[in-house]
């Protein structure tokens, strides 16, 4: 069985920085791509930021410029570094992968981190 724990969210102030981190944790192959989403009250989950196995990355225009996603593949992690937040990227954030198991492909969601940013 494969999980991801995240952890790292909170409360912030405006142009206050937060870390997120995912890590997978189980039988684990190999991890395509891995990124960070979010959910706002009464919005769509929407994608942040994401990052394949080779480094390659994308980002929301809203977040580019501000948030840098980096990964470890020896530890089947990733963060999410957030600078200059705003009251508008307070949402849960979720994290997820493309997980090669043992046995299967799975693709995995996080419990979700609540980040807030308010002053």
């Known amino acids: 069985q494969v999980q991801l724990v995240e952890s790292g969210g909170g409360f912030v102030q405006p142009g206050g920085s937060l870390r997120l981190s995912c890590a997978a944790q189980?039988?684990?192959?190999?991890?395509?791509?891995m990124g960070w989403y979010r959910q706002a009250p009464g919005k769509q989950r929407e994608l942040v930021a994401a990052?394949?196995?080779?480094?390659?990355?994308r980002y929301a225009d809203s977040v580019k410029g501000r948030f840098t996603i980096s990964r470890d593949n020896a530890k089947n992690t990733v963060w999410l570094q957030m600078n200059d937040l705003k009251p508008e990227d307070t949402a849960v954030y979720y994290c997820?992968?493309?997980?090669?198991?043992?046995?299967?492909?799975?693709?995995?969601w996080g419990q979700g981190t609540l980040v807030t940013v308010s002053s």
């Open positions: 997820h992968a493309e997980v090669h198991g043992m046995d299967r492909y799975q693709e995995l």
């Open positions: 189980g039988s684990i192959r190999s991890i395509n791509a």
């Open positions: 990052i394949i196995a080779i480094g390659g990355t």
